[in-house]
T-cell receptor
Framework: DAGVIQSPRHEVTEMGQEVTLRCKPISGHDYLFWYRQTMMRGLELLIY????????DSGMPEDRFSAKMPNASFSTLKIQPSEPRDSAVYFC?????????????????FGEGSWLTVV | AQSVTQPDIHITVSEGASLELRCNYSYGATPYLFWYVQSPGQGLQLLLK??????LVQGIKGFEAEFKRSQSSFNLRKPSVHWSDAAEYFC????????????FGAGTRLTVKP
């Protein structure tokens, strides 16, 4: 069973360049998340989608960041222009809505991350 | 909003020794609680989770965790640590009203001495 697939795994880019990170969630999952992990701030939720619709983007740091989910099997996180402080590991994750109301809970499954370095 | 605290930034244990990683949460209702492990250069892997029912939860790789409502804790335990357990461990708390509003602790880095 394929997990969450992210690409690229590693990227080094120059300041000012556009960066696009890609994610394929687990098939059948209706939620998709983008997280950022840094030493200083730990793991932060940037944005999440439900059925391809952005639900909460309050964690997106600034207008240079944008995320899209054109269909259920693909999402992108774009940084334009990139800055050195954007260097981090970006995780995509997905989950599915369980039945059972409040007694149920979603488990979030993470990809292996995209390691971004902006020089 | 819910929050989680992992008091220990770094723990070192000897191989074969027992392990307990602490996690305290803040939430006004019964939370959803998770432990994830992250090996160097890897993503986060779910170890175990608590949603309801039995407060002692068994996970993968021989880990278990106990939900203690009176102490607002969800500590992770393993009776005998293996060298391969060296990793970063994250506790996370989710809201029962919004499963996807999950907050992570800062993590505890585990070093295993031979």
């Amino acid at each position: 069973d394929a997990g969450v697939i992210q690409s690229p795994r590693h990227e080094v880019t120059e300041m000012g360049q556009e960066v696009t990170l890609r994610c394929k969630p687990i098939s059948g999952h209706d939620y998709l998340f983008w997280y950022r992990q840094t030493m200083m701030r730990g793991l932060e939720l940037l944005i999440y989608f439900n059925n391809n619709v952005p639900i909460d983007d309050s964690g997106m740091p600034e207008d240079r960041f944008s995320a899209k989910m054109p269909n259920a099997s693909f999402s992108t996180l774009k940084i334009q222009p990139s800055e050195p402080r954007d260097s981090a590991v970006y995780f995509c994750a997905s989950s599915y809505t369980q039945s059972g109301g409040l007694s149920s809970g979603n488990t979030i499954y993470f990809g292996e991350g995209s390691w971004l370095t902006v020089v | 909003a819910q929050s989680v605290t992992q008091p220990d930034i770094h723990i070192t244990v000897s191989e074969g020794a027992s392990l307990e990683l602490r996690c305290n949460y803040s939430y006004g209702a019964t939370p959803y609680l998770f432990w994830y492990v992250q090996s160097p250069g890897q993503g986060l892997q779910l170890l175990l989770k608590y949603f309801s029912g039995d407060t002692l939860v068994q996970g993968i790789k021989g880990f278990e965790a106990e939900f203690k409502r009176s102490q607002s804790s969800f500590n992770l335990r393993k009776p005998s640590v293996h060298w391969s357990d060296a990793a970063e461990y994250f506790c996370a708390v989710g809201s029962i009203y919004n499963n996807n509003d999950m907050r992570f602790g800062a993590g505890t880095r585990l070093t295993v001495k031979p």
